[in-house]
């Protein structure tokens, strides 16, 4: 805890010496809430990238259907489809005589 808050204390005097006409950053910037276990898990279109962490949308060529997920990846699209945007929770079919590289 005495590390933590000798951190603290650095970064809050690099904002008074440099950063002074912003506001000062929280603590909820500085050290994220991680999930806790009344969390229920992930949106759809996002994962658990790691055990406690704060969920994060999948990348483009992946997708992730399901309420409340937990798992730590999402699911890559399967030949002949793709996702554009992050955070899908579908893949789309690629157009007769096309297709996209996974």
Sequence with gaps: ???MNKLLGVILLFWVEHCCS????????????????????CDPGQYEPCTGCSCADCSAG???????????????CPAG??????????????????????
């Design 81 to 102: 489809s793709y996702a554009s945007d992050t955070g899908s929770t579908s893949c789309t079919s690629c157009p007769a005589g096309t297709s996209a590289a996974n």
């Design 1 to 3: 805890m005495m590390v």
């Design 62 to 76: 992946q997708y992730q259907p399901d309420s409340d997920y937990t798992g730590s990846s999402c699911t890559t």
């Design 22 to 41: 912003t506001p000062a950053p929280t603590l909820s910037v500085l050290f994220p809430t991680p999930m806790t276990s009344a969390d229920t898990g």
